[in-house]
């Protein structure tokens, strides 16, 4: 149990459940597939898989649930197919124009009667809820995929008072700070070899760098004409490699080798206890790491946190 992404929600006020409870909420709101005319359907799932029943796997009061979406695949070409064979009948047999709108019409009972033979594309995002940390951290490539397990989450537990985490100064004047050295980079972290650079004007141009030396004249050059880091490729303490955007978002999260050799002290055979060691071994260090990546970036906004 891996993440290989971290979008971070950071809770605005004490927020504390537990396990039973949680577990109680989102049983509500637990997935069902998708009836015969529905297009897409999504609820909670047991993180477990096929190895277990319930919805919340908890370790160390680390709450770990997954959202399971469904949604029925219906091949554009296939549809726009059948929909003109059916328009071109009508105006053979009618000897009339089949208009825009009666054909959207056509298209709507097309989707529903080739519905029940469609095929269904499943989805699933995996997040945990660390209340002790003050966090939600989820397992999204995108902002929207992220917001959208936030909004399921808030509907079952009934509130959920989260929003992004903000820093004091903007990442990007960060980032780029520490690439032209008018930053001095932590020492908890490493520069990798990717990065993104944007022009701040409004027509401006994007540079994407992979497999360079960061701090080489090409990049330097480029930074000196104005463009700012907005991704960034990066190595936190010696352990979590990932690439960090201008919005905190966290991809290609890979842990390192000190992390997978605890992991292979436990049993191989048992799934469930692998699963729930590698769980454990993740939030721990991702419990490190969030605040000490808040603070290399030059320290949390908390004005919006009410504290206890």
């Keep these: 149990m891996w993440f290989r992404n971290a979008r971070v929600f950071r809770f605005t006020k004490p927020f504390d459940i537990s396990a039973e409870e949680l577990e109680e909420k989102l049983q509500a709101d637990a997935f069902k597939p998708c009836g015969p005319q529905e297009t897409s359907r999504q609820g909670w799932v047991p993180p477990l898989g096929k190895h277990g029943e319930q919805l919340v796997?908890?370790?160390?009061?680390?709450?770990?649930?997954?959202?399971?979406?469904?949604?029925?695949i219906l091949p554009g070409p296939v549809v726009k197919e059948a929909v003109e064979e059916r328009a071109e009948a009508i105006e053979i047999e009618q000897s009339r124009k089949v208009r825009r709108k009666e054909k959207d019409e056509i298209k709507e009972q097309v989707m529903l009667e080739m519905l029940p033979q469609a095929f269904s594309k499943n989805r699933?995002?995996?997040?945990?809820?660390?209340?002790?940390?003050?966090v939600l951290v989820v397992d999204a490539g995108s902002a929207k995929q992220a917001e959208d397990l936030a909004s399921t989450l808030r509907k079952s537990v009934g509130s959920l008072p989260v929003r992004p985490p903000a820093v004091e100064q903007s990442p990007a004047f960060t980032f780029t700070g520490w690439l032209n050295e008018t930053i001095d980079l932590p020492a908890s972290i490493a520069l990798?070899?990717?990065?993104?650079?944007?022009?701040?004007?409004?027509?401006?141009?994007?540079?994407?760098?992979?497999?360079?030396?960061?701090?080489?004249?090409?990049?330097?050059?480029?930074?000196?004409?104005?463009?700012?880091?907005?991704?960034?490729?990066?190595?936190?303490?010696?352990?979590?490699?990932?690439?960090?955007?201008?919005?905190?978002?966290?991809?290609?999260?890979?842990?390192?080798?000190?992390?997978?050799?605890?992991?292979?002290?436990?049993?191989?055979?048992?799934?469930?206890?692998?699963?729930?060691?590698?769980?454990?071994?993740?939030?721990?260090e991702l419990s490190r790491m969030i605040p000490g990546l808040l603070e290399a970036l030059g320290g949390e906004d908390r004005s919006a946190i009410v504290e206890e």
């Design 124 to 134: 699933r995002c995996y997040a945990y809820l660390a209340p002790q940390d003050g």
């Design 192 to 284: 990798g070899s990717e990065c993104e650079l944007k022009d701040p004007s409004e027509d401006g141009g994007v540079v994407r760098c992979k497999g360079l030396d960061l701090k080489a004249d090409e990049i330097r050059n480029h930074l000196e004409a104005g463009m700012q880091v907005t991704k960034l490729a990066v190595t936190w303490d010696d352990n979590v490699s990932f690439v960090l955007d201008e919005e905190l978002g966290i991809r290609r999260l890979k842990f390192g080798e000190t992390l997978q050799e605890q992991l292979d002290d436990v049993d191989a055979d048992d799934a469930v206890a692998k699963f729930d060691a590698a769980f454990s071994l993740m939030t721990l």
């Design 57 to 72: 796997h908890s370790a160390n009061g680390y709450h770990l649930i997954s959202l399971r979406k469904e949604e029925k």
